[in-house]
């Protein structure tokens, strides 16, 4: 079965640096989503990409976040300056169309301190 | 987004049937009714998609009545590896986003 494949699984990083989240979507799809979790919390929208550009986003992507698709086949998430309370599970999700079901992958745990 | 309200929590033995009900009562006529599931610490997993009456996969059965104010998820037989968080999601297929509430954790036991 296809996946959406994210890296690093686990990154740890000081408050103000910025990281880069990385993401392999399935190959035929054509819709991208980033995700967030904060321990203990709803699963939440951030953003969502299509034709190389943002269809939606929430109030949670603010300038701080950015979005880009390099290369034609990696989705990357930026956070310019990491906050504390930016730490969280952080899914990234595919899907062929808007009208089928999303594929999630199994997340970046970025913990900022 | 039509509101979804459903238990917080569940237990059931293995090898039973489990129902998990969630109300929608504003859902929209372009609604559809989402099921997802989610192990600790991994991303949700589609499982299944209705609109009206009845739908079946490998995996689940949902049933949604006529007047579509609730809906559903019946998992057959569950096991050990079925213990996870299940959301239930109203929304417009063609939405680019998802709202996840706080879901219905499921534990099996033994």
Not at chain 1, 42 to 56: A, C, G, P, R
Not at chain 1, 95 to 109: H, N, V
Not at chain 2, 5 to 23: A, F, K, L
Request: aromatic residues 12%; charged residues 20%; hydrophobic residues 35%.
């Amino acid at each position: 079965e296809p996946e959406v494949t994210q890296t690093p699984s686990h990154q740890v990083t000081q408050m103000g640096q910025e990281v880069i989240l990385r993401c392999v979507p399935i190959s035929n799809h054509l819709y991208f989503y980033w995700y967030r979790q904060i321990l203990g919390q709803k699963v939440e929208f951030l953003v969502s990409f299509y034709n190389n550009e943002i269809s939606e986003k929430s109030e949670i992507f603010d300038d701080q976040f950015s979005v880009e698709r390099p290369d034609g086949s990696n989705f990357t998430l930026k956070i310019r300056s990491t906050k504390l309370e930016d730490s969280a599970m952080y899914f990234c999700a595919s899907s062929e169309g808007a009208l089928y079901g999303y594929t999630f992958g199994s997340g970046t745990r970025l913990t900022v301190v | 987004l039509a509101k979804t309200t459903q238990p917080i929590s569940m237990d059931s033995y293995e090898g039973q049937e489990v129902n998990i009900t969630c109300s929608h009562n504003n859902i929209a006529t372009n609604d559809y009714i989402t099921w997802y599931q989610q192990f600790p610490s991994q991303g949700p997993r589609f499982i299944i998609q209705g609109y009206k009456t009845k739908v079946t996969n490998e995996v689940a059965s949902l049933f949604i009545p006529a007047d579509r104010k609730s809906s559903t998820l019946s998992l057959p037989r569950v096991s050990l590896s079925d213990t996870a968080v299940y959301y239930c999601l109203v929304g417009d297929r063609g939405a680019n986003n998802l709202f996840f509430g706080t879901g219905t954790r499921l534990t099996v036991i033994p």
